[in-house]
């Protein structure tokens, strides 16, 4: 991964630690995937585009539909030790990306945020072409 | 306060599905009628945009070095390329 994305992702996240990929594991079964079970698996890539997970934290990053990303994050507070969470909306709109976030006013990202949205969606196409479909994320050919 | 009707028999509820937090923007009174009119027109110049970025991602999909689209038309770039994807590996495990 290349530093630029490194940096990109981490902005994001606020997380600077390292990003790994993801390898798909070899002995996924032969037998048919609903689309959710396919955005499932897009997923556990998704989460690790932007560095480890933090322990106690779940994450999920996946395209949704042709419109919309979203982002999951769920932990536990320390101080309550109650389970906390926060979805991230990111609707594709012909004026722009729209956040949405609960408990927060809609707002179009701009800026760092977006250049750093598009880098992330950019990493999980390339990923998820390799590491869930097997396919060449230049040519879209399967791959050998 | 917005301008737009509430009438659930009002057009800008036949949009497409891409409209729909738009239009409930507008009905919340975020965006006034006549911001959702200009924003309805840009659409027919983006969409040019979107329908070359996703004959792009059918073949040489690369929103992050393709200089004609705007961030947001590579990020939806990107959404298509990944939809198309996935619907390529439902359609195979179909057949």
């Not at chain 1, 606020?14 to 955005?39: A, C, D, H, Q």
């Not at chain 1, 109650?82 to 990202?109: A, D, F, H």
Request: net charge neutral; glycine share 6%.
């Amino acid at each position: 991964m290349s530093n630029v994305f490194k940096k990109a992702l981490g902005l994001i996240t606020g997380n600077t630690g390292t990003s790994v990929g993801f390898t798909m594991p070899k002995n996924r079964p032969l037998k048919k995937l609903t689309e959710r079970e396919l955005i499932q698996l897009e997923s556990e890539i998704g989460s690790k585009l932007f560095g480890e997970v933090p322990k106690g934290h779940r994450r999920e990053f996946f395209c949704r539909d042709e419109k919309t990303w979203i982002w999951y994050e769920e932990w536990t507070d320390p101080k309550t030790n109650k389970r906390q969470n926060m979805t991230v909306r990111y609707e594709i709109q012909p004026s722009g990306i729209l956040k949405v976030q609960e408990g927060s006013r809609y707002s179009y990202i701009e800026g760092a945020e977006l250049d750093n949205l598009l880098a992330a969606t950019t990493m999980y196409y390339e990923q998820v072409a390799r590491g869930v479909y097997n396919r060449d994320p230049k040519t879209g050919q399967k791959l050998a | 306060m917005s301008e737009y009707p509430q009438s659930s028999n009002d057009k800008l509820t036949q949009l497409n599905d891409g409209d729909e937090i738009y239009t409930r923007e507008a009905r919340e009174g975020l965006l006034s009628l006549d911001e959702v009119r200009r924003e309805r027109q840009r659409r027919a110049f983006e969409k040019s945009a979107l329908d070359l970025a996703a004959q792009q991602s059918g073949q040489t999909h690369n929103a992050e070095t393709s200089p004609i689209l705007t961030v947001e038309q590579k990020i939806a770039a990107n959404n298509m390329a990944i939809r198309a994807l996935r619907d390529a590996e439902l359609s195979g495990q179909a057949a």
